[in-house]
């Protein structure tokens, strides 16, 4: 029988989350293996890299710094100053309204900053491999998890067994620790597909994230740095499923025809960088985010459609109270007091934030006229009374109502 290797905490799961955790857990000085069966790709060129792009919002700045993550990642990310959102719902695809939120409102510092997601990965694993206390694991998954009171038996892929007194599940929205441990999810499945890849364009972004919403979902351009001279952005493009299957099949000349029409003409025409990939589109929230000495995180624990960049500072949010509670009793890690007190402070807002954001994706599918012109009127409602648009900001950050 294979000998067992002691360790603080096992991350199942090595996306940008599951790398987040591991970094600030082996930062804050516990001893960390984070597995993964599928290891990370690190270049935008390579096949099956992740074109989807990450904003980070304010609130995830701590996680970052205290894992000694941000002073990497600082040199590669786009500020966002300003949230653009812009209705386009009339008879053509033209801009009827447009409404800019401004982190000047609110702060000193941006709304966030964006960056790839196949570079926060690169990033990430060059970070572990500084920390003496984590061991990184690619290709190596999680095969079986027994718990009990005083820690977690896990048995990996490749037949080594850990004794963990914490195992953090961040191994997805199909996450194979969650259903190891028997905790059910409430799922929700709207037709909808994203497009998700690069373009560059004529006109600069000015570092303004723009939302373009007309029917079957927001297309959302947010900056990245300029590519060859060209300004440059990410663009997640969300429509119902057979209307992606469409257009994920288009040759690329008429492919750019079609979303530039689509972005309203904003940024003159666009230019397809990348390769497109498309993701399916869900919300989904465990009843649960803890187990015997396991903690959900992430897409684990919650999925939301991508609109305001609300997904992975969800799940930083989730690391953040995770580490605070380790940190400030270390002899208590993993405990079910301890992991009490981290479903109690984190499953009630992330149900709230869940809704919301369901809320907001539903109003965005209209194609109905009628209720295009509604949706028109509400945006400028809710814009005109500041307020409420300070409000509205700050709720996006999670920072709190406005003073």
């Given amino acids: 029988m294979a000998d067992v290797t002691d360790i603080d905490v096992l991350v199942s799961g090595g996306g940008v989350a599951g790398l987040t955790a591991a970094a600030a857990f082996g930062s804050a000085g516990f001893s960390v293996i984070c597995v993964d069966p599928a290891p990370p790709i690190t270049e935008m060129e390579a096949e099956g890299a992740d074109l989807r792009t990450t904003a980070f919002l304010q609130p995830s700045l701590d996680v970052l710094k205290r894992a000694g993550l941000w002073e990497r990642l600082e040199p590669h990310a786009s500020a966002l100053q300003v949230m653009r959102i812009v209705d386009a719902g009339g008879a053509e695809p033209e801009p009827r309204t447009s409404h800019d939120f401004n982190a000047a409102d609110i702060s000193e510092l941006p709304f966030g900053w964006n960056l790839p997601n196949w570079l926060l990965r690169r990033e990430m694993v060059a970070r572990l491999a500084e920390l003496p206390n984590v061991e990184f694991r690619p290709g190596t998954g999680t095969a079986a998890l027994l718990t009990r009171e005083r ?24 996450s194979p620790v969650r259903e190891a441990v028997g905790i059910p999810v409430k799922t929700t499945r709207y037709g909808q597909k994203a497009l998700a890849f690069a373009v560059t364009h004529a006109l600069p972004h000015d570092n303004v994230s723009t939302e373009i919403h007309r029917s079957g979902g927001p297309f959302t351009l947010v900056p990245l740095p300029d590519h060859d001279g060209q300004p440059c952005s990410a663009i997640v493009w969300m429509e119902r499923g057979p209307e992606v299957a469409r257009l994920a099949a288009l040759p690329k000349e008429d492919f750019e025809q079609e979303m530039t029409a689509r972005s309203a003409g904003l940024f003159g025409p666009l230019s397809l960088l990348t390769r497109r990939s498309v993701w399916p589109i869900i919300s989904q929230v465990a009843e649960r985010m803890e187990a015997e000495r396991v903690a959900l995180v992430a897409e684990a624990a919650h999925v939301v459609p991508p609109i305001g960049a609300q997904g992975l500072n969800m799940s930083l949010g989730d690391m953040r109270v995770l580490l605070d509670l380790a940190e400030a009793n270390p002899a208590d890690l993993g405990s079910r007091r301890m992991l009490a007190a981290y479903h109690k402070a984190r499953h009630g807002e992330v149900r709230a934030r869940v809704a919301g954001i369901d809320a907001l994706n539903r109003a965005s599918m209209v194609s109905i006229q009628g209720l295009r012109d509604m949706r028109m009127r509400a945006l400028r409602a809710f814009y005109s009374v500041k307020p409420v648009r300070t409000t509205l900001m700050r709720a996006g950050l999670g920072t709190g109502r406005a003073g």
């Fill in 151 to 174: 820690e977690a038996l896990v048995t990996l892929s490749d037949g080594a067994r850990l004794r963990a007194r914490l195992v953090i599940a961040a191994d997805g929205r199909n």
